[in-house]
């Protein structure tokens, strides 16, 4: 389903707001729900790549949307980033930390000394984001099991 899709369950989404129709079942809510999210997702973390890759010199090779539940980003070394849509449940400020977190594994694929001086240089708060990560963690713990269905991002 997509959010075309979305009046079959009596929902709507206009400028920004989502409005949930009677008589819908939580998982349908939640379908619809994680589908904003994906869209917001494949919005919103491009753009923050794209704007701190910049600043970073950096040129990642591809960036994609993921249905992971296990960790909140990857930087292969062929220089893919891949990051999970839930990540859009946490602010932007949290998201665009992670970005600099995968970012800085273009320089150093490890977490040393070298790496997070790459982070903090880029991102100083990042510490304070990291609370707020696993505070995110903690919501998010048992949405996967929630979600009977499979999501398929592409």
């Known amino acids: 389903m997509n959010i075309g899709e979305a009046n079959r369950y009596k929902g ?7 409005q949930i129709g009677e008589n819908l079942s939580v998982l349908e809510m939640r379908f619809i729900l994680t589908q904003i999210y994906i869209r ?3 919005r919103y973390i491009p753009e923050s790549v794209s704007l701190y890759a910049k600043q970073m010199q950096l040129s ?3 960036v994609k949307i993921t249905s992971a539940f296990s960790q909140w980003g990857s930087c292969s070394d062929k ?3 891949n990051f999970p849509w839930m990540l ?39 510490d304070n984001q ?25």
């Open 60 to 62: 990642p090779d591809n």
């Open 40 to 42: 917001e997702a494949k």
């Open 130 to 154: 990291q609370q707020k990560l696993k505070q995110l963690e903690k919501a998010t713990a048992n949405f996967d099991t929630l979600l009977i269905f499979y999501i398929e991002v592409d």
């Open 88 to 126: 859009m449940m946490g602010d932007d400020a949290v998201i665009d930390s992670i970005v600099v977190h995968e970012l800085a594994h273009m320089r150093q694929m490890n977490h040393s000394k070298y790496f997070y001086a790459v982070v903090y240089k880029y991102y100083p708060e990042y």
């Open 12 to 18: 709507k989404y206009e400028n920004g707001i989502f």
């Open 79 to 81: 220089m893919r980033l």
